[in-house]
Nanobody, 124 residues
């Protein structure tokens, strides 16, 4: 069992940056693939970025490549999402999720645990 808590959301102007953090409980955090997902009003929840257990392999949605960066610190049980050059279309609730089996590529249907989300609003 793992509990995930997101933080770092807020209101930012277009072109700005935010850093989201996902803090996890549990001693087996390093054995989980961790993904960041987002859901805008009226839209499905989609994967934004993901990182394997070791941190050696990362995944990014095409819409955020070159702007977002995911990293993890297994000693601190955290996964961060650095978001640069933010656009209004990045506005959404961002969720952190964990996949016990580490399936690749990451999909929301494969995630076993979810945080409650943090709201990111990008104004134009």
């Amino acid at each position: 069992q793992v509990q995930l808590v997101e933080s770092g959301g807020g209101l930012v102007q277009a072109g700005g940056s935010l850093r989201l953090s996902c803090a996890a409980s549990g001693r087996t955090f390093s054995s989980y693939l961790i993904g960041w997902f987002r859901q805008a009003p009226g839209k499905e929840r989609d994967v934004v970025a993901a990182i394997t257990r070791s941190g050696l392999l990362t995944y990014y949605a095409d819409s955020v490549k070159g702007r977002f960066s995911i990293s993890r610190d297994n000693a601190k049980n955290t996964v961060d999402l650095q978001m640069n050059s933010l656009k209004p279309e990045d506005t959404a609730v961002y969720y952190c999720a964990a996949d016990v089996e580490g399936r690749w590529p990451p999909r929301n249907v494969d995630m076993d645990y979810w945080g409650k989300g943090t709201l990111v609003t990008v104004s134009s």
